[in-house]
C-alpha cells in the first residue's frame, strides 16, 4: 500500500526523487499520467493502471476513446535510476505546474505527484467536519 507525503525538489533535467518505500510498491518500472480532474500526476504500477483504465474501455467507445486518448498521449512509463530519480517529461511538468518544489503522496493503490504550493493551499483548504459529514452520508 502507498502511504505517506514526501517533498523533493525537481532538478534542472526535471528529475525527481521517488522514496524507496513507493518505489518498493510500485515496481522496477511504472506509469505516470496527468489527473483528469486536478492540477497533479497519478502514478501506478503498470499492474495498478491496468485496474484504473479498465473500467473506461466498458465505456462507449467515443466516450473511451476521447479519454484513453488524452490520458496515453502524455502516459509515461518510468524506470528509477540508480538513485531513485525518474524524468518528467516537459509536459507533465506543465500540467502539474511543478516549478521546483513538489510532493509526492502516497494515496493507497497509487501515488500523486504535486507542485508544492498548489498542494500545500489544497492541503490548508480542507474542512475536516465537512469530509466527516459526506462519510457519515454515506454510511462510514
Not at 36 to 65: D, F, H, T
Not at 84 to 110: M, S
Amino acid at each position: 500500500m502507498l502511504g505517506g507525503e514526501y517533498r523533493h525538489s525537481l532538478d534542472s533535467k526535471k528529475r525527481i526523487f521517488i522514496p524507496a518505500k513507493l518505489r518498493e510498491e510500485l515496481g522496477q518500472t511504472f506509469v505516470v499520467a496527468k489527473d483528469i480532474r486536478e492540477k497533479c500526476l497519478k502514478v501506478y504500477s503498470l499492474q495498478g493502471w491496468e485496474s484504473y483504465i479498465a473500467p473506461l474501455k466498458e465505456q462507449k467507445r467515443k466516450l473511451s476513446e476521447k479519454i484513453m486518448r488524452f490520458l496515453h498521449a502524455s502516459l509515461t512509463q518510468v524506470a528509477p535510476d540508480s538513485q531513485g530519480r525518474i524524468v518528467l517529461p516537459q509536459e507533465l511538468v506543465d500540467h502539474a505546474e511543478i516549478l521546483r518544489d513538489a510532493i509526492v503522496v502516497g494515496c493507497g493503490d497509487y501515488a500523486e505527484t504535486w507542485a508544492e504550493e498548489v498542494y500545500d493551499q489544497i492541503k490548508e483548504e480542507i474542512n475536516l467536519d465537512e469530509m466527516i459529514s459526506e462519510l457519515e452520508e454515506l454510511g462510514l
